[in-house]
């Protein structure tokens, strides 16, 4: 029988809170065993095993994620809808930065479909709409945000560019020009 209190919803959004404490990585049931004073076994009521309570971190994680990127774009197009996205990127991976990693665990196709992730594609989308980019087109430029967004928040959080000047927020701003300026001037085939 589960012990009071402990639910699948809140040993995942205690998870999410333990993998911002201490990396996503080290998150395992032992630790969460532990923060709610219950034994390993007991939270196998709730969640299968590691790898399915990870799953489900990542899976809230892609949901938050995708919740902040919609309110963010409403009624924005173009430059700002990009800078508004991208913006949302940055500070959710530096606010949750073990929620951020949990939303690049490699799920399934099955979960994949099903999660949040289409939504943040959909999302991708709908901004490169703004820049008259479509097909073939349009999927490699999602590529080249979701690497552009997801690289240089890992970079950044892992202190890659705290050695010189100047300051990454300055890069992220430059740099967010210079996407924007090559989404307008798309090569076409």
């Known amino acids: 029988m589960a012990r009071a209190g402990v639910t699948t919803e809140r040993l995942v959004r205690a998870g999410a ?13 032992s630790e969460l065993a532990r923060r709610f004073d219950v034994k390993v076994a007991s939270l196998y009521s709730h969640v ?6 990870r799953t489900r971190i990542a899976l809230l994680a892609l949901d ?11 009624g924005r197009a173009g430059r700002e809808a990009l800078v508004a996205f991208a913006g949302v990127y940055r500070d959710y991976a530096r606010e949750h930065p073990g929620r951020f990693a949990a939303a690049q665990l490699r799920l399934d196709p099955e979960t994949a479909a099903a999660s949040a992730g289409v939504r943040h594609a ?16 349009q999927t490699h430029a999602v590529r080249l945000l979701g690497s552009f967004f997801r690289g240089f928040v890992a970079l950044e959080a892992d202190g890659g560019f705290d050695h010189s000047p100047p300051a990454s927020a300055d890069s992220w701003t430059r740099l967010l020009d210079v996407l924007d300026s090559l989404l307008r001037d798309w090569p076409r085939p």
């Open 17 to 29: 809170e333990l993998a911002d404490e201490i990396g996503f990585d080290r998150v395992t049931p």
């Open 122 to 137: 959909q999302l991708m989308r709908a901004i490169l709409r703004g820049y008259d980019l479509t097909g073939p087109d």
């Open 64 to 74: 938050e994620l995708a919740d902040r990127a919609a309110a963010a774009l409403a």
């Open 48 to 53: 299968r095993n590691a790898h399915d309570l």
